[in-house]
């Protein structure tokens, strides 16, 4: 049979395998694929220098690793007067984990007084939008593709009160200690890169969930459309 058509046909299944996983991806919450992967175990950041997001309402995850170095993960964002923003956090399920509480706060000019000490200060007038998820229910989640393991906590939407900008912090009431992920936003956005970039982040997760590299099927279909590929690679360049 014709090299180009044998090619060819393979390209086309390796196509319709990526396309149809992805759709999975795409249905299932908390993926990789649905959630725009912006921060894993990086650098410090603090409100002067905090990560900045082009807009809280498209899906965004955030996995932390808190430490004295770093005992507070700091987003800024622009909010519309009424926007919803939709926040849910979550633990590695991990014994060592199981029992804290994490806390994120959306602060801002307009915000209401927290009713409690922050372990840090916000600019004079600014108040805070409190998610404390000692105060919320907790169940079991998992992950498919990355095969990853939470607690995760009840999801909360809060109203902005005012157009202005914003900024999310997350930290541990009892100590800087801990791992916790966040993800927030309801609009999924996607990029052609998604296709290199979701897998090198779903690396990451995986390591910051203290779990396998081969955890979940997102390896599984990796080490196939790479199988795929090469011989797509092969035949293309055999002779006739």
């Known amino acids: 049979m014709n090299t180009k058509v044998v090619g060819g046909r393979y390209m086309a299944a390796s196509a319709v395998l990526m396309g149809g996983l992805l759709v999975m991806a795409a249905a299932t919450a908390h ?6 992967t912006r921060y894993v175990d990086g ?8 990560l900045v997001l082009e807009s809280a309402q498209i899906k965004s995850a955030f996995y932390f690793r808190a430490t004295a170095a770093k005992p507070v993960l700091w987003i800024r964002f622009e909010g519309t007067y009424g926007d919803e923003v939709r926040l849910r956090l979550g633990l590695p399920a991990k014994a060592e984990y199981a029992s804290l509480r994490p806390v994120a706060v959306i602060s801002g ?13 916000l600019p004079e007038g600014w108040g805070a939008l409190v998610y404390d998820t000692a105060q919320t229910a907790v169940s079991d989640g998992y992950e498919g593709y990355t095969g990853a393991r939470s ?36 609009e999924r956005k996607t990029h052609l890169t998604d296709l290199f970039t979701v897998p090198v982040h779903a690396a ?37």
């Open 109 to 121: 000019q307009d915000c209401p007084e927290p009713g409690r000490a922050l372990p840090f200060a």
């Open 43 to 50: 650098p410090p950041t603090t409100l002067e220098n905090p």
């Open 31 to 36: 993926n990789p694929w649905e959630y725009q």
């Open 151 to 186: 607690y995760q906590f009840e999801e909360q939407t809060y109203t902005l009160p005012a157009s202005g900008t914003y900024y999310i912090a997350v930290y541990f009431p009892t100590g800087p200690e801990g791992k916790c992920w966040l993800t927030l936003g309801t």
């Open 204 to 240: 990451a997760i995986r390591a910051f969930f203290e779990i396998s590299p081969l955890s979940g099927w997102g390896a599984t279909l990796n080490l196939v459309v790479t199988i795929m590929l090469l011989i797509v690679g092969v035949i293309a360049v055999s002779p006739n």
